[in-house]
């Protein structure tokens, strides 16, 4: 069983909707974060919370809004978005300190996101 | 800039062989760590192995170990005695000192096990 969950596991929507992603962590992490994963594409990092505290905002247009209200919580907001956002997306989370270089990160299921 | 190449975007195994995934890495950081990822069909990415900069020994864990090559800036996995449910997508990953925060990973290699 997976520490990190994420819900819904697949959605779609229309380009004019509003929805919103949730990532719970039951690991006791200090960090977490957002991934998106196309087709045929990297994984990109899209946005890192440590401590609550927004790090990173990796280029990522203002159609996504993350909200991090605790250490255990993140979601990501969505709306009007297009049809090149259908995508994976993964958030994971890590305990960040000192040893930063082996700070692991574990990642949950992912939302399999599709914009029509 | 960080990068990271895996030039076998796919492989197959005979099921019971051992297989070797490749990985090179672009860093000028001192420190780093290294990590591999399996992500099945379903979609969770799972981590599998750690290798530090520093460490001295081949990062081993059950079936799954590392090959680590500094000065070639190579860290291939290799996974031995391979099963059916090894079938899945295995991504190379790096953190480095200049970029603590983020993790960088590879285009992936899609490794089949063949019964």
């Known amino acids: 069983e997976t520490g990190v969950t994420q819900t819904p596991r697949h959605l779609v929507m229309g380009m004019t909707n509003k929805k919103s992603l949730k990532c719970e962590q039951h690991?006791?992490?200090?960090?977490m974060y957002w991934y998106k994963q196309s087709a045929k594409k990297p994984l990109e990092l899209m946005f890192v919370?440590?401590?609550?505290?927004?790090?990173e905002n990796n280029s990522v247009p203002s159609r996504f809004s993350p909200e991090c209200p605790n250490s255990s919580h993140l979601f990501l907001h969505l709306h009007t978005l297009q049809p090149e956002d259908s995508a994976l997306y993964l958030c994971?989370?890590?305990?960040?300190?000192?040893?930063?270089?082996?700070?692991?990160?574990?990642f949950g299921a992912g939302t399999r996101l599709s914009v029509l | 800039a960080q990068k990271i190449t895996q030039t076998q975007p796919g492989m197959f195994v005979q099921e019971k062989e051992a297989v070797t995934l490749d990985c090179t890495y672009d860093?000028?950081?001192?420190?780093?760590?290294l990590f591999w990822y399996k992500q099945p069909s379903s979609g969770e990415m799972i981590f599998l192995i750690y290798?530090?900069?520093?460490?001295?020994q081949n990062a081993t864990e059950g079936r799954y170990s590392l090959n680590f090559q500094k000065a070639r800036k190579s860290a291939n996995l290799v996974i031995s005695a391979s099963q059916l449910g090894d079938s899945a997508m295995y991504f190379c990953?790096?953190?480095?000192?200049?970029?603590?925060?983020?993790?960088?990973f590879g285009p992936g290699t899609s490794l089949s096990v063949i019964p």
């Open positions: 919370y440590n401590f609550k505290e927004q790090t």
């Open positions: 990953a790096m953190r480095g000192e200049t970029s603590y925060d983020k993790v960088i």
């Open positions: 290798q530090g900069s520093y460490d001295e």
């Open positions: 690991l006791g992490h200090n960090a």
């Open positions: 994971a989370s890590s305990q960040d300190g000192d040893r930063w270089a082996k700070n692991i990160q574990y």
């Open positions: 860093t000028s950081d001192q420190s780093y760590g």
